[in-house]
């Protein structure tokens, strides 16, 4: 049963070797916390759609009414997502998908990842100075601007497994952005705290902004009549519309001549954009199977680690409310986040362990969590799994800073979606094309390209994707799919969706239970504990077993 929500999200369905430091970008919540609405679970007899906005819900729900299926429903929920909530996710973005074929029964993913541009060099985030950039003096402007992908993505899931007419799907999008929306009080809130770095480029200040200079009123119409002409090409003539032509040449400019920071996005990086059809990884936990996203998302692997790391414990028994829980968890991911961050890339251009799931390799790393204290800084080292290709690599300093969204969808053919989609950092570069925000995505890479000689993992390189956290997840029982989850949160979304997939698995949670779980997550050591609830109940037994614990917002946006 697929049926639950947090925060603004709507449900509509019809009845019937290292040591890893935390980073500076860890202390920073990708969006405003805006709330938290407590909801009972949403039940449906035949579909299920359940995303972030209700106009984007409602658009999915209407094209699953009309006949179609679940990959038709995603086109039009990432259409309307990248009008009414632009600052997470859009055309001049990327998305990971996990696709269930109820048909063949098989999964698959897609992989509309943002690459790199041909003329991108390791040394690209390395200011004047010879030392990385600030991450904001990175992010904003056109450096940061990733090759786009969701429009290539969604294309191609289409012509695989759409059912109505392309063009039939753009419909929703383009008449809610000629007829307008209203602003939502979390759309007013992000303008407002983005404000400054939105001020700069002409376009994205004329949208957001009175001419007054005030931040958009949330319940005022916001039309945006750039947006529907660019769906309507699209729509037209296909992603080609928007990978080259008009569209691509006024991408292309907008980066190359952004004031005070340029990118290096070139046509041809756009003519010659893929998107990749992959594998999913899957790992088995207590029965049930656990697909998700590769390579180069670390999602799938590091949330199937700490729950195979976690599986040897008996944490049904020991229940949410016990702190040896959360040791055994939050240990599990201070070791995967350790494997994270020596050996996760775009696979396509670094030679990864094969083993980072073998069933030995883990059942040796989880005697590491026979307690009962929290493990010693130097004892959460990188593991050395089965390796065909002996190559040493450094640390990985990445900062992963995402504004995301995440929706999943559920058809009356047994079709289950799972995607999540992004531009980075909340309004992504701040740059504004034809009525859509371009991407940041570039600096999800490293900064830092090596370390004491030793190449980076995840450095920049041209037409590489950069790694990420997104972990757009299917999970199987017997054959047949009982859940769909992911989430926004940089990379905190590993813990966020870890935890819900432990809360349904062994303490039996429905899917609202499972969301509204209050955060706790430990990646680096310090323990963050979601503020404001119940975990922090857990606090001092947490202390008392060695962790530092900071309670704070933990926003997130899990949908079940």
């Known amino acids: 049963m697929f049926a639950a929500c947090l925060a603004a999200c709507i449900a509509i369905g019809l009845p019937a070797p290292s040591v890893l430091a935390e980073q500076a970008s860890d202390k920073i919540a990708p969006e405003s916390a805006t709330g938290f609405v407590s909801r009972p679970p949403v039940t449906a007899r035949k579909w299920m759609v359940v995303a972030a906005n209700p106009h984007a819900a409602r658009t999915g729900e209407a094209i699953l009414a009309q006949g179609g299926n679940a990959v038709d429903a995603m086109v039009g929920v990432q259409l309307v997502l990248g009008l009414v909530e632009p600052q997470s996710s859009g055309l001049g973005g990327g998305a990971f998908a996990v696709y269930f074929d109820a048909a063949s029964g098989n999964m698959t993913t897609f992989d509309g990842r943002e690459t790199a541009p041909a003329e991108a060099t390791p040394d690209l985030f390395i200011g004047e100075d010879g030392k990385p950039m600030k991450f904001f003096d990175a992010v904003i402007g056109g450096r940061s601007v990733g090759t786009p992908g969701t429009v290539a993505l969604l294309e191609a899931m289409h012509r695989k497994y759409g059912k109505l007419p392309w063009a039939s799907l753009f419909a929703p999008a383009i008449a809610l952005a000629k007829d307008g929306f209203a602003v939502s009080p979390r759309l007013n809130t992000l303008v407002a705290d983005s404000a400054e770095s939105l001020f700069q480029y002409e376009r994205t200040r004329k949208y957001f902004f009175s001419e007054e200079g005030v931040p958009i009123f949330a319940g005022t119409i916001l039309k945006n009549a750039e947006y529907a002409a660019t769906l309507e090409a699209i729509a037209r003539d296909g992603a080609a519309a928007f990978y080259s032509g008009e569209i691509a040449r006024d991408i292309v400019d907008t980066v190359r001549n952004a004031p005070g920071n340029p990118g290096r996005l070139s046509l041809a990086d756009l003519a010659n954009y893929k998107v990749v059809e992959r594998e999913p990884v899957c790992v088995n936990y207590r029965a049930h199977d656990i697909c998700g996203m590769g ?248 202390s008392a077993m060695g962790y530092k614990v900071e309670a704070k917002e933990l926003n997130s946006g899990l949908h079940v």
């Open 295 to 542: 390579p180069p998302s670390s999602g799938a692997l590091t949330v199937g680690q700490i729950l195979k790391l976690a599986e040897p414990s008996d944490l049904k028994a020991l229940g949410p409310e016990n702190p040896e829980s959360w040791r055994i968890i939050g240990d599990a991911s201070r070791l995967a986040f350790a494997d994270r961050g020596l050996y996760m890339a775009d696979s396509d251009f670094v030679k990864m362990p094969k083993g980072l799931l073998n069933a030995a390799y883990l059942a040796e790393r989880a005697k590491l969590l026979a307690g009962p204290n929290a493990l010693a800084p130097e004892a959460v080292t990188a593991g050395e799994p089965p390796f065909d290709h002996a190559m040493i690599y450094a640390p990985d300093q990445a900062i992963e800073f995402p504004s995301t969204s995440h929706f999943s969808i559920v058809d009356a053919e047994g079709n289950v979606l799972s995607m999540t989609t992004t531009i980075e950092n909340g309004f992504g570069s701040r740059l504004m094309v034809r009525g859509f925000l371009l991407n940041n995505e570039l600096t999800d890479f490293s900064f830092v390209p090596e370390s004491n000689g030793n190449p980076v993992a995840n450095r920049v390189e041209p037409g590489k994707r950069p790694r990420s956290s997104m972990a757009p997840t299917i999970i199987l029982k017997d054959g047949r799919p009982v859940m769909a989850v992911g989430s926004p949160g940089g990379s905190r979304i590993i813990g966020y969706v870890a935890k819900t997939i432990i809360a349904h698995i062994d303490w039996g949670m429905n899917a609202q239970q499972a969301v509204s779980l209050p955060h706790l997550v430990n990646r680096f050591g310090t323990y963050d504990i979601e503020e404001g609830t119940s975990a922090t109940q857990l606090a001092p037994a947490l």
